[in-house]
């Protein structure tokens, strides 16, 4: 079974947005070519929350951004389940976002590498090898 590849909430909407400076080059590669390509329901929160706020700019609303955003794109949406709550709950107590919680603790178990420039994530011991290289 191939491996998962997680992105980030930014790494995701720089990826629609073909802002492919903002991260590493190869990753681009990396995610275009992989079969499994997902992101977390709370990126979608995200999203609308910084659209809302002004913190980032839509080019539709942002349901029909999301639409867009998934399927056309090969990305999917993943589950966003119990077992992940109780997995970010339980991660070491390097930063209290409890959104980069989740999306750390879905990559996890999916056993998935995960994309993030997030300067905290490899801090926790629990990623170690589980994200992208950059």
């Not at 399927?71 to 970010?88: K, R, Y």
């Amino acid at each position: 079974m191939p491996e998962v590849i997680v992105l980030d909430t930014h790494i995701w909407f720089w990826f629609i947005n073909q802002e492919f400076e903002r991260f590493p080059a190869h990753w681009r590669t990396q995610i275009e070519t992989s079969s499994d390509v997902g992101v977390s329901p709370v990126s979608c929160y995200e999203i609308a929350l910084a659209e809302q706020r002004g913190r980032l700019e839509l080019p539709c609303l942002a349901q029909q951004w999301f639409e867009e955003a998934l399927a056309p794109s090969g990305i999917t949406l993943l589950p966003l389940t119990a077992e992940i709550m109780c997995c970010a709950v339980g991660l070491s107590p390097v930063h209290k976002d409890p959104f980069d919680r989740m999306i750390i603790a879905t990559s996890l178990l999916l056993k998935g590498q995960l994309a993030s420039i997030d300067g905290l994530f490899p801090q926790y011991p629990e990623l170690e090898g589980c994200l992208m290289e950059s």
